[in-house]
């Protein structure tokens, strides 16, 4: 790398980067600067290991760049003139290096993790979230999961004082970023509908409130080994750790950007043994962390908003889906990519392995190839079934005519579910001993649904299946399924016969997030009204109901024998219920 002593002053993209390196580490960005450095393989360089890299250097390259410019158009503006050269001052007008900016000395960087690799994206069509150009995104947290302002037109950002009968972003939250292929956000009937306002937030002597998170708190997931341990995502661009174990202390904060650069955080899970959490965010970036709140490690190749993060049963990959158009399988041992999918034309709304984390492991005869599965959705109105390692999909399910929202595979592993802005949802028959270890594949329109639930009136955003029927802990009851739409109603379904077992109405504003208890015999919902309501799956009557202060973002219960639902709200607030008592 040049400097006072050489003569030579050509540089090299790595030195370069080096430089750029220095000078984020010296300004404070650390985790910008921590994240250029692995994705740019700088520890590979030699020169990154010799100390030839002064403090403010990169500056002082380009104090000099700036005068050599100067005087290059002080030469020029006088040959023009036909005058002769005379050496003159220029460098009174140009501001010096500590002028632009005063380098800090930072303590060296934390030991190097795995490299994480770059690729670029092999897609032949260009993602659906790229497709116009997009306003700013407004960080505070008014956006979510699938909500941000990223994509939203200006005319769709009235807020309601601006206008009562008008959504406000937060109510609108999940649809602002589900684009149509023309790139414009569309507008559900829940942004013209008249906004009645929930009622009041009462205080509720079951409910503890956690405060720490500045902004719209979206997700939250509980460790699955450590009892009372709860992780929450919020629009602050941080991840909290809570112990619920011990109240008092304060919670781990795993700050994702430095303020002025916030991204919400869009997904929260942890590994099956509860050693490390994965978190997605808007700014397209995987973190992994600690239950103490250490950066794991960092990967980086999505080119926007990652929107789900889930992790494989044995705890070695991690699946993720986002705003452009892509899947990506992580090896999490080396921190590289082990798959990228570019199979959809818009963003992929949902991800989910088949043998993931969510029910009891289900023996198949061919595990290898189960454990390899997994499926996507997207905007494009498609479902993908995809084997690791394939480049095309297994299957192909397009029987939906609008937007796929989410995904769920059932205990048994051998139906999936899907949900869509076409009001229905879908079981389709996996029929994994016909699948050859293989590539199979299909035309897109070659498998039939074994059922479509019909019987919602608007956009399906959200499903959960019970832990009920084959696979199962409860295998003696049928398989149930609960949906959650936009028409202010959840329904549950029998997924045996296609039946609507009960619709839930209690809800005045559009139903968001649902969760089944795991003893299964409750049903959690919650919507932009505020309210969380507890219905017995028995006999659909609500045995509870809370109000909170904002919109309902999240439901998570625990595990655990004690029974404790957390609460993701829009007023930055994170609420534990604790239940033993009131359901029992």
Known sequence: MPDDDQASTHFSASEVNLLIYHYLKESGF?????????????????????????????LQYIHRGLLYTAAEKHVQS????????????VTATLPKPDALVKPMRLSPPPSRPEKVEKHVSVSSQTPAWQSEPAPPARETGEATKRGSEWDVPPSEKRNRAEDPTRMSP???????SKTKK???????????????????ATKDPNATQLTGHTAEVFVSAWNPSVPGMLASGAGDATVRIWDMMSPDEAPAVCKHLPPTQAKNVSSVEWNSDGTLLASGSHDGILRLWTPQGDLHLVMSMHQGPIFGVHWNQKGTMLLTGGADGTAIVWDVGSGRTRQQISLHSNNVMDVQWLTGRSFEHVTHPNQALADALFATCSADATVHLCKLGEPKPIKTFARHTDEVNAIRFDPSQT???????????????????????????????????LHILRGHTQEVYALAWNNTGPGSSHPDKPRMLATASFDHTARIWNADTGACLHVIQGHEMSVFTLCFSPCARYLATGGIDHRVLITRVSDAHTVYSYTGGGSIMDLAWTQTPRTQLAVAQSDKQLVVLNLSTSLH
Request: glycine share 4%.
């Open 78 to 89: 006088m040959q023009d003139a036909g005058t002769s050269y005379h050496t003159t001052d």
């Open 182 to 200: 023309n790139g414009h956000a569309r507008r559900t009937s829940e942004q013209s509908a008249k906004f009645t306002p929930a009622p009041t």
């Open 170 to 176: 937060t109510e609108t939250r999940r649809t602002k």
């Open 30 to 58: 650390l985790h910008t600067c921590f994240t250029l450095r692995y994705e740019a393989r700088l520890d590979d360089l030699p020169a990154s290991h010799e100390p030839i890299v002064q403090p403010g250097q990169l």
């Open 415 to 449: 139906l999936l579910a899907s949900a869509s802005d076409d009001a229905n949802v879908h079981i389709w028959p996996l029929n994994l001993s016909g699948l050859a270890t293989s590539t199979t594949s299909v035309a897109p329109n070659d498998t039939e649904p």
